[in-house]
């Protein structure tokens, strides 16, 4: 199994830049295709991003395309996600997940981090 630790998280004004990080441990990061993964207060968690286990292949939902950016470093065992021209709309918890095919339901993974909260002002 793996340990996942999100982090990179914080406030934020409308049309800046984070970027998140999801440190992977115990099993090696290249078993699992890897996503991140949304929760704003009242709403159910919501898909973002996936990539494959090698990095070659990518999706991303409709809201984000174009402004955010997910990749691996599996050398490193961590997971990022790139976000630009981020609105209010993006605020919610982040968490990264773990499972072994790329999938945007939340049933395909196994293993979640902790979530990291982002805030973004307008």
């Known amino acids: 199994q793996v340990q996942l630790i999100d982090s990179g998280g914080g406030l934020v004004q409308t049309g800046g830049s984070l970027r998140l990080s999801c440190l992977a441990s115990?099993?090696?990061?290249?078993?699992?295709?890897m996503s991140w993964f949304r929760q704003a207060p009242g709403k159910e968690r919501a898909f973002v991003a996936t990539?494959?286990?090698?990095?070659?292949?990518?999706d991303y939902a409709g809201s984000v395309k174009d402004r955010f950016t997910i990749s691996r470093d599996n050398a490193k065992n961590t997971v990022y996600l790139q976000m630009t021209k981020l609105k209010p709309e993006d605020t919610a918890v982040y968490y990264c997940a773990a499972g072994f095919i790329p999938s945007r339901g939340t049933n395909e993974y196994n293993y979640w981090g902790q979530g990291t909260q982002v805030t973004v002002s307008s």
């Open positions: 115990g099993r090696a990061l290249n078993t699992y295709a």
């Open positions: 990539i494959s286990r090698r990095g070659t292949s990518t």
